[in-house]
Nanobody, 121 residues
């Protein structure tokens, strides 16, 4: 059973930075693609960034050039570096994982409990 535990959320002013971390456990190979989703109150869930087993990344248009996803396979940890944060980035951020790339992008099987990011203007 894959377990994902996020950390690093918090409150920051617009223009600031945060780094989210996701500690993964319950599997012993690197076959899983991983990603970050977010959901703000009253809004639909949105895929933010995804990284596959080769290190190829994808980003939502809204975060391109500001967010960077990275994975440390030795530590089984996923990161999301968020720079130039905007109030519209305020949301609960979820770490995700799946064996299938297509599901990783849209509907992954495994989710963490989420970490709140709040950006004030």
């Amino acid at each position: 059973q894959v377990q994902l535990v996020e950390s690093g959320g918090g409150s920051v002013q617009a223009g600031g930075s945060l780094r989210l971390s996701c500690a993964a456990s319950g599997y012993t190979d690197s076959s899983y693609c991983m990603g970050w989703f977010r959901q703000a109150p009253g809004k639909e869930r949105e895929g933010v960034a995804t990284i596959d087993t080769t290190g190829t990344t994808t980003y939502a248009d809204s975060v391109k050039g500001r967010f960077t996803i990275a994975k440390d396979n030795a530590k089984n940890t996923l990161y999301l570096q968020m720079n130039s944060l905007k109030p519209e980035d305020t949301a609960m951020y979820y770490c995700t994982a799946d064996l299938a790339w297509a599901r990783c992008l849209y509907s992954p099987d495994y989710w963490g409990q989420g970490t709140q990011v709040t950006v004030s203007s």
